[in-house]
Structures are given as structure tokens and as C-alpha cells.
């Protein structure tokens, strides 16, 4: 034998490499999203009560019960909010390990396996070193580090599936597409529309190659909207008796003009840094539009802006779609096209890395305060362990996550008239008064106790 036959292959290992590439990058955002998730609650910065929320819904699930969320009320369920069955799949982890954390991590793995599909078909269809590229500017991606941010919520399930769907939709792969697409029904009550764009642009796509495929995705399609409708109209007002409340935030306000600064200003951040616009030349855009259109046309300016979860969902989509105008782009016949091409997938990196660098919430890691834990923090978590198990509390941000894996929590001002047996919150800026009076006009009739204060918040403990 040879031996430049025993030898490998120079193609043979560059497409090893090539295959290896999209798995080393996801591995590697996993971390980077658990730290940062991890440390922030360390350092008690929840931004909102949403993973209590989410946490009492898993733990309701991890012990065969009703998702009951005491936190949206006594005894609601929280399918009557938001349909979103999907998170039933934590309840077999969260069983072993019953903490808030568990649910930031299994966030983080799944936003990182997101990056495998959009960085493997990008490799695919752009080659090895602009593929990458376009990966790790996705993986570092805005809106996926605001969501990272943000606590936890479901729609971290929905963006791998939108991956791996559009990933299949751009290897012509009609049926995988769809087969991916459809477990966003059980993601949020609205994808059931983003799976009808979905399948409309695989319909699309095969109708000439596959006519029977597109007849199947046409009838997909047809079936995300009415499975939504259902839902909307349905499922969520047998588990909510005042109906579907979120009808009201596409009422409310002076219009869909209204706030269009703000508007404009996501559009721009959805498309100017992370396509350099040139995902404008993709159809796979469309399927961010079911999106966009119920958070523009809502009354609720929170709805409007980057920040928050909110815009998660179309980091795939625009990076996708990216890497399908790039495709298309390399074979246009104006030599600028082909030119800006070449250029944008480094650009784009260049972009994500700069702001993960400045103002993203990556950031953080470079910060040795990041994995210090306040004086704080540590103070109000002793104060909190002077409640004890299984007893009812009604707390406020930041003392809820540590009391919603051991307690039944309430959030406070909200408990219908049931009694705790223990209230906490944060009075540091003083927005109560004097606590025992706030006590009892949340509950007259009764008689509160101090247990003690730290880091501005005060435990009281009913003793009538």
C-alpha cells in the first residue's frame, strides 16, 4: 500500500471538519447561555415574575397535577393564559432537580441546539468558513441573547423547531419540514399561524417537484390556522372563564401607527445587523410576518420593542433567510451582488460580535462582578429561609423564585382572599409604607408579625 493512500484525505478531512463544525458551535454557546442565565439569578436580577410562573407550571406537570400557577391567581390554570403544553417535557428533569435553575439551563441547551440547523444548512449552502460565520453571528444574535436575559419562557422551545424546519425547507426536504413545523401548536397559541406561513412556502417551494407533498403542506397549512382558531376561541376559555385576556391588547391603543418609531426601529434591528438587509431577497422571511403582525398591531408598546423574549422567534428565520439570499446571491449576474455577498457573512459576524462585546447581555461574562454573588442577595436568601416548606407565602420579584420550588406562592396583592401564612417583599424604596399597615389592608381582619428585614425586604408572618 502507498503511502499517500494510507494517508486521509485532504477533502476527506476538511469535510469532516465541515460536518463537526455546527455541533462545536452549538457546545460551545451552551455554556455561555447557562453562565449567564445562572449568574443572573445568582445575583437576583429576574426581570420579571415569569420564571415563578413557568416553574409552578412545570412542577405542577413533574407531579402528574394540573399546571395550576397560584402566582396568576388561587388555583389557575395556566392554560387558560397561554397554551403551551411543550413545557410538560421539563416536568421528567425538573422531578430530579426541583429548582428555577433547571429551567434557565434546559433554555440555554435549547437555544443553542437552534444553532446546529441554521449553522449546518448555512455550511451547506455557503461553504465551511462563511457557514460558520453566519452560525456564531446567529448564536450571538440580539434576540436571542434578550431572550437569554429574560428569565425563561416557552417560545425557547419554538425556536430549534423553526430551526430545524426551515433547515429541512432549504435541503428541499418538504415532509421533515413540515414533520418539524407541526409541534409549534403545542409551543403558544399564535405559531399555529407561523406553521401556516411555513407550510405555505413549502407548498410553494414543491409544488413542481413534489405535487403531492405541496397538496400535504397546502392541507397543513389550512390546519395551523384552524388549529389556532380553535385554541384562541376554544381550549384557552375552557381553562380561563373570563376568556382569552391578551384579545384586549389588540384593541387597546390609538392604533397600529401608533408607535411607529419603535416599529421601525425592531424592523431595523431585526434586518440591518443581523442580514445586512439582504434577507429581504428570501420568501423564507414570510414566516417571521404572523409574528411581527400580532406585535405590531397590539396596543401594548412592550410588544413593540427588542427587548424582552419577544423577538427570539425570528432570529432563525432572518438567519435562514440570510443564507438562502446568499445562496441565491453568489449566482446573480450583477457582479456587486456577488461582491456584497462574498463580504456580508464576515460582516455579520463582525456586527454580532461587537455588540455581544458592548451592550449585549454576553457581555456580562467578561465582568468578574458576574459571578460574584451580592451581600445582598445572600442576606435575603437566608431571611427566606426562615419560611418553611409547603407553607403559602405572597411575595413580589425576587423572593418568589426562591420560595416556588418549596412553597405555595402568591403574588402579592393577588391571593382572592386566600391567607398566607407568610408575606415577603421588597420595601427598599419604601413604596409600601409601613409594612404591617400594608399587611392589613391586603387582608383585614388579620394581624402580621415582623420576622425580620434584609436587603429592603421585609418577611412578615401571620399570627391571626
Known sequence: MSMSASL??????????????????????????????????RRMEEASWDLGIFEQAVRGYAWLQAPVVDLKGPGFNILGDHFSPVIALIAPLYRLFPTPLT???????LFALSALPVTRASVRL???????????????????????????HEICFAVPLLAFALEALLAHRWRAALGWGLPLLLVKEDLGVTLTALALLAAWRARRTDPRTARLAAAVAVAG?????????????????????????????????????TKAATLAWILVPTTGLLALRSPLLLVAAPTLGWRFLSGDPHYWSTDYHYSAVLMPVSAL??????????????????????????AVLAAALALSASSMPLARLGERS???????????????????????????????????????????????????????????SGWAGDPLAYAGQLHPGSRFAPVGEAGGFVLLQRVL
Request: hydrophobic share 50%.
Open 126 to 152: 455557503l461553504g465551511r468558513a462563511r457557514g460558520l460565520a453566519l452560525g456564531a453571528a446567529y448564536g450571538l444574535s440580539w434576540g436571542i441573547q434578550r431572550a437569554v436575559e429574560f428569565d425563561f
Open 225 to 261: 390556522t384552524a388549529a389556532a382558531a380553535l385554541v384562541f376561541t376554544g381550549v384557552i376559555p375552557a381553562f380561563a372563564p373570563d376568556g382569552y385576556a391578551y384579545w384586549d391588547k389588540l384593541g387597546e391603543g390609538p392604533g397600529p401607527l401608533h408607535g411607529l418609531g
Open 8 to 41: 486521509p484525505r485532504t477533502g476527506d478531512r476538511a469535510a469532516r471538519a465541515a460536518h463537526r463544525a455546527p455541533y462545536a458551535l452549538a457546545a460551545a454557546l451552551f455554556p455561555a447561555y447557562a453562565v449567564l442565565s445562572v449568574t443572573r439569578f
Open 370 to 428: 458576574a459571578y460574584e454573588k451580592p451581600e445582598r442577595a445572600a442576606a435575603v436568601e437566608r431571611l427566606l429561609e426562615r419560611i418553611p416548606d409547603g407553607v403559602r407565602v405572597e411575595a413580589d420579584i425576587g423572593a418568589l423564585t426562591r420560595l416556588t420550588s418549596r412553597c405555595q406562592v402568591f403574588w402579592i396583592g393577588n391571593t382572592k382572599g386566600v391567607l398566607p401564612a407568610f408575606l415577603v417583599f421588597d420595601n427598599s
Open 321 to 346: 433567510a440570510l443564507a438562502d439570499a446568499l445562496d441565491r446571491a453568489r449566482r446573480s449576474g450583477r457582479p456587486r451582488v456577488r461582491a456584497y455577498a462574498a463580504q456580508l457573512p464576515g
Open 103 to 109: 429551567l434557565l439551563v434546559v433554555q440555554a441547551a
